[in-house]
């Protein structure tokens, strides 16, 4: 079974630009997670989405927004984006939504801010 | 709110000798509670994880953890330490119920293995 797939890998963006990652679970699981990782940080949860819906949402400016598709497959969109926004951000699947299902993660998509 | 603590951000082990990793965390009830491992340019991989019942749970890769309540602590252990665990560990935290899959994560642990 295929694990989960982040999209791109790798990403290079300048000042006030926007950009839109992409994840596709794992065949099955319908709760996709959203994280973002820096050194200064660490792991901070963005959002869930379960079944299309945003079921969660961290403490994050409304410059993050996602969203999921029938397929379960769930996009995260950053814009105007500054330099703070350079990270790794992870994508997790579940099959379930709530008693914190196990997640799987994905290797993510470094973003680096110029 | 809750939280987790990782007192140790770095720590260095000699390949073959027993490994701790300490993690503390804050939660009103008792948490649903994981271990996850990173190993570089990687995501996350769950080593084992602590809902209810026994406290000493068993993960994978020879890996252990055992909840105590009383010090609202999930350290993790190895008896025995390879160089490919060199790597950092997360210890993170989850809500019990009906409130989706938002996970807390400490700061993480780095190992090192000396040979």
């Known amino acids: 079974k295929a694990g989960v797939t982040q999209t791109p890998r790798y990403l290079i963006k300048t000042r006030g630009q926007q950009v839109t990652l992409s994840c596709s679970p794992i065949?099955?699981?319908?709760?996709v997670s959203w994280y973002q990782q820096t050194p200064g940080q660490g792991l901070q949860f963005l959002f869930e989405?379960?079944?299309?819906?945003?079921?969660n949402k961290g403490n994050f400016p409304g410059r993050f927004s996602g969203r999921q598709f029938s397929n379960s497959r769930s996009e995260m969109n950053v814009s105007t984006l500054e330099l703070g926004d350079s990270a790794l951000y992870l994508c997790?699947?579940?099959?379930?939504?709530?008693?914190?299902?196990?997640?799987?993660f994905g290797d993510g998509t470094r973003l680096s801010i110029l | 709110a809750q939280s987790v603590t990782q007192p140790d951000i770095h720590i260095t082990v000699s390949e073959g000798a027993s490994l701790e990793l300490r993690c503390n965390y804050s939660?009103?009830?008792?948490?649903?509670l994981f271990w996850y491992v990173q190993s570089p340019g990687q995501g996350l991989q769950l080593l084992l994880k602590?809902?209810?019942?026994?406290?000493l749970v068993q993960g994978i890769k020879g890996f252990e953890a055992e909840f105590k309540r009383s010090q609202s602590s999930f350290n993790l252990r190895k008896p025995s330490v390879h160089w490919s665990d060199a790597a950092e560990y997360f210890c993170?935290?989850?809500?019990?119920?009906?409130?989706?899959?938002?996970?807390?994560f400490g700061g993480g642990t780095r190992l090192m293995v000396k040979p």
């Open positions: 602590y809902f209810s019942g026994d406290t």
């Open positions: 989405y379960f079944s299309e819906t945003q079921r």
């Open positions: 993170a935290v989850g809500a019990k119920g009906n409130a989706g899959n938002m996970l807390t």
């Open positions: 065949s099955g699981h319908r709760s």
């Open positions: 939660y009103g009830a008792t948490p649903y």
């Open positions: 997790a699947s579940s099959w379930l939504s709530g008693d914190n299902q196990p997640q799987h």
